[in-house]
């Protein structure tokens, strides 16, 4: 079984930058797409970004999609999130997690990641 620890979250300006980490354990971390969501106060958890296992594909919803990029090192087992022009909008708990329920959902759906990591608080100031 896979287990999920982020670290990189903060506080920053708007327009500033931040690098998430997600280390994985577990031997089967090499052949599952990995994903990062967000929850926000008072609003359900969200789809931000996702990779193939492989790393050749990459997925991003339209509030993040030119400002974040997701990458993966799969020799060292982490998957990491550059956060760029950050907004205040994007002030959340950030959540790493593993697509080990393909069947379940598409590369979007919360339901298809059964894998998460404790979350990292990333805050935007004005």
């Known amino acids: 079984q896979v287990q999920l620890v982020e670290s990189g979250g903060g506080l920053v300006q708007a327009g500033g930058s931040l690098r998430l980490s997600c280390a994985a354990s577990?031997?089967?971390?090499?052949?599952?797409?990995m994903g990062w969501f967000r929850q926000a106060p008072g609003k359900e958890r969200e789809f931000a970004t996702a990779?193939?296992?492989?790393?050749?594909?990459?997925y991003y919803a339209d509030s993040v999609k030119g400002r974040f990029t997701i990458s993966r090192d799969n020799a060292k087992n982490t998957v990491y999130l550059q956060m760029d022009s950050l907004k205040p909008e994007d002030t959340a708990i950030y959540y790493c997690?593993?697509?080990?329920?393909?069947?379940?959902?598409?590369?979007?759906?919360?339901?298809?990641?059964?894998?998460w990591g404790q979350g990292t608080q990333v805050t935007v100031s004005s």
């Open positions: 997690a593993a697509r080990t329920s393909p069947s379940v959902g598409g590369i979007f759906a919360r339901s298809a990641y059964g894998v």
């Open positions: 577990g031997r089967t971390f090499n052949s599952l797409p």
């Open positions: 990779i193939s296992s492989g790393g050749s594909s990459t």
